[in-house]
């Protein structure tokens, strides 16, 4: 019985996350995408979405995620913490505004070839999210997307019209661009760069032991004597042929069906 008890008291719990999970997701939505109407009664409201959004960023480019409270942003706009309240119900939806407002728009789509547009979408998403990197935990938190990130799945998946891809492929490629890009600006902020720095903290080491590692030893050298530090470039330029060659063998088994 007890464990019956417990298994129903457990469900009950469940139940009610689930509930305020949805709740605020519908919270997050309602800022977001203004899917309630605006109040006729009572006095205009002094605050807007954006500027609220504006204050954060303030905050967060200033001190970090961390730095972001209700009573900062508050303070930040000149106003009581109980009457930001009226805007925003909590912090999450604080930052789903902040999010939305840092991403920004994509580039405007042009008339080349895919692999071109494809490119400049995660250039341009390492560009504006590079500008604020306590995006990125938020971009890789569980979250509602709002209506600039949305731009952005729209802008990627344009730029993959023509290829002969499932919808769920698209998406999990533009994830995978995104993902690389995200990974790039979290070693960048935390002074990173990921070959320049890896080969100083390497040369010592591998001065010492140049007999065990000679391959490594001569593709670092080749790499300074380069310049290159890449890995950015690279990545995207080795994920889209992988793109490409999927796209490609896909031509190949439909025409192999005709």
Known sequence: MDAIRGCREGDAMTAQSRDDA???LSGVADLLWRTRPPGRRGPKPKLTPEQIADAAIA????????????QHV?????????ALYRYVPGRTEVEALMLDRALGTPCEPEQDAWQSALTRWAT????CASRRPWSIELI???????????????AGLSAMGELPLEGGEKLDALAMLSGHVMSIIRQQAAGLTPESELAAALAPI???????????VAAFAQSEKSGRDGALRFGIERMIAGIEALAAERLRGRQSKR
């Open 59 to 70: 905050i967060a480019d200033r001190g970090g995620l961390p730095a972001v409270t209700m």
């Open 140 to 154: 890789q938190r569980p979250h509602l997307p709002g209506p600039n990130e949305l731009a952005w799945f729209e």
């Open 124 to 127: 341009k998403l390492y560009e």
């Open 74 to 82: 508050a303070d930040e706009l000149g106003t009581a913490k109980m």
């Open 206 to 216: 591998l001065e010492q032991r140049a007999g065990e590692y000679p391959l490594t």
């Open 22 to 24: 949805q709740a605020r």
